[in-house]
C-alpha cells in the first residue's frame, strides 16, 4: 500500500520539531560556572599585562612574568572548563576553543588590540596605559565569550564544534615555546 | 538527493543524535534528562548507534562516580545531516 505523502510531510515534520525541542531542552539547562566570566577577564588581564611587561623588558625575569602570566590564563582556562564539564555533564569544544583561542572577530581583536596597546605602553614606560590596556583586553574577551554563549545557547549545533582537548593543550605548549623563542631571540 | 537513514529514522534514534549534535561529548545521566528516557532504553539505542559508528562511548569519572561519556562520531553527524537533509526534502515537496 502506498503511504500518503501529506501523511509523511507532515511525520516529517513532526519528527524534526521533537528531535529540535530534545536539543534545545539539552542546551537550555546548561550554565556558566557564575565565576568563569570575571575569572577569565582577571586571567586575560594577567597575560596581557605581564607579556606587555616581559616584551618590552627583555631580560630573564621579565621572561619569566610573561610565562606566568601564560600560565595563570592556561590555568583559569582548564579550572573554569572543568567546571563547566562537572557541573552540566557535558563538554562543549566550542566552548574550549573560544576561551582558550578566542576564536571570533570581537575578542581577537579586543586581544590583538591591547596587547599592542599595553606592548607600546610598556616600552614607553607607561604602567597606568598597560593596566588599563589589559583590563579593557580582558573584559572585551569576557564580553566575547559570553556573546558566543548565548549565539550556542540559540543554535548549538551550528557552535558546539571547535579543537578538541588534545589540539588545545598542543597550543598552549606551542604558544609557550613560541613565547619563549620570542624573547630568547630578543 | 538525500535519503532517510533507516538507523535513525525511529524518532527516539533521531532525537539522540539531534540532541548529541548540540556537544562534543555528553554524560549518559544527562542525555537521559534531555531525551526523558528510561536508562534500559537510552542504553539499547546507544548500543545499535555504537554498532553503527554513529556514537561512541566510554567510561569515566564525573564527581567521583564512575559514568559513561557518549559523544557523536563524524560518520554520525553525516549521517544526521543527510537524513535532516531528507526530512526537509520530503516536508517541501509537499509545501
Known amino acids: 500500500m502506498e503511504s500518503n505523502p501529506l501523511q509523511n510531510s507532515d511525520e516529517a515534520r513532526s519528527e524534526l520539531a521533537v528531535a529540535d525541542q530534545a536539543r534545545q531542552r539539552l542546551a537550555a539547562g546548561l550554565r556558566l560556572p557564575t565565576s568563569l566570566l570575571p575569572a577569565l577577564a582577571a586571567a586575560v588581564t594577567i597575560q596581557v599585562g605581564t607579556a606587555a611587561y616581559g616584551i618590552a623588558a627583555q631580560t630573564v625575569a621579565g621572561l619569566a612574568v610573561a610565562l606566568a602570566g601564560v600560565a595563570v590564563f592556561l590555568g583559569t582556562a582548564a579550572i573554569t572548563l572543568h567546571q563547566f564539564r562537572r557541573m552540566n555533564g557535558v563538554r562543549v569544544d566550542g566552548l574550549g576553543s573560544q576561551i582558550l583561542l578566542g576564536t571570533g572577530t570581537i575578542a581577537t581583536s579586543a586581544y590583538v588590540g591591547a596587547l599592542g596597546v599595553a606592548t607600546w605602553a610598556a616600552f614607553e614606560s607607561h604602567s597606568w596605559l598597560v593596566a588599563a590596556a589589559a583590563v579593557i583586553g580582558g573584559v572585551g574577551y569576557a564580553f566575547a565569550t559570553l556573546r558566543w554563549w548565548h549565539a550556542y545557547r540559540r543554535d548549538p549545533a551550528a557552535h558546539a564544534g571547535g579543537a578538541s582537548p588534545q589540539v588545545l593543550a598542543a597550543l598552549a605548549v606551542l604558544a609557550c615555546v613560541g613565547l619563549v623563542a620570542l624573547v630568547v631571540a630578543g | ?95
Open chain 2, 1 to 95: 538527493m538525500p535519503e532517510l537513514d533507516p538507523l535513525i529514522h525511529a524518532p527516539a534514534r533521531l532525537q539522540v543524535v539531534t540532541t548529541l549534535s548540540a556537544v562534543s561529548e555528553a554524560e549518559f545521566a544527562t542525555l537521559r534528562a534531555a531525551l526523558e528516557v528510561s536508562d534500559s532504553v537510552l542504553s539499547k539505542h546507544i548500543s545499535a548507534l555504537a554498532d553503527a559508528g554513529y556514537v561512541r562511548s566510554r567510561k569515566g569519572v564525573q564527581a567521583g562516580r564512575r559514568t559513561t561519556w557518549i559523544a557523536l562520531t563524524s560518520t554520525g553527524r553525516k549521517a544526521l545531516r543527510e537524513h535532516v537533509a531528507a526530512l526537509r526534502q520530503l516536508i517541501d515537496v509537499v509545501d
